[in-house]
């Protein structure tokens, strides 16, 4: 993703990220909903996804944007990320089981195509 500082709270001059997400209290965020069961859900219709899998569902990519960044809500505990450095590349290198109310944040790296894990404080 060029030579950027994340640290800057950029990942290329083109893409600017707070480095700060509260999503506590009552918030005027549309949460599009990912498609029950889909394991390469479309997020190219906006920024901010939740889930609502009502079966085992491992999501193994993102569809859609390309250098972008998109926030993942799950509303259920059925869906996990995969971790695969290829695709979606998680910060502790391994997948993660999400629970109700957990929040992930990834941006996409047009170059390769990879969805990186970003931190929320």
Same mark, same amino acid.
């Given at each position: 993703? &060029?030579?950027?500082?994340?640290?800057a709270g950029?990942?290329? !001059?083109?893409?600017?990220l707070?480095?700060v997400?509260?999503?506590t209290? /009552?918030?005027?965020? %549309?949460?599009n909903?990912?498609? #029950?069961g #889909?394991t390469?859900p #479309?997020?190219s &219709?906006?920024? +901010?996804?939740?889930t609502?899998?009502?079966g085992?569902?491992? =999501?193994? #990519?993102?569809?859609?944007n390309?250098?972008?960044?998109?926030?993942?809500?799950a509303d259920? /505990?059925?869906?996990?990320? %995969?971790?695969? /450095?290829?695709?979606?590349k998680l910060?502790? &290198? =391994?997948? =993660? !089981? $999400?629970?109700?109310?957990?929040?992930? $944040? +990834?941006?996409e790296?047009s170059?390769?195509? %990879?969805?990186?894990?970003?931190p929320i404080?």
């Open positions: 993703m &060029g030579a950027s500082n994340p640290s950029s990942l290329n !001059p083109s893409v600017s707070a480095t997400l509260n999503l209290g /009552a918030t005027n965020l %549309v949460w909903a990912l498609v #029950d #889909d390469t #479309d997020v &219709g906006g920024t +901010f996804f939740k609502a899998n009502t085992a569902t491992l =999501i193994t #990519d993102f569809d859609g390309t250098d972008a960044w998109i926030v993942v809500r259920d /505990a059925n869906t996990t990320i %995969v971790h695969d /450095a290829t695709k979606i910060s502790g &290198g =391994i997948s =993660i !089981p $999400m629970s109700a109310g957990d929040v992930l $944040m +990834f941006a790296d170059a390769t195509g %990879v969805w990186y894990e970003l404080r």
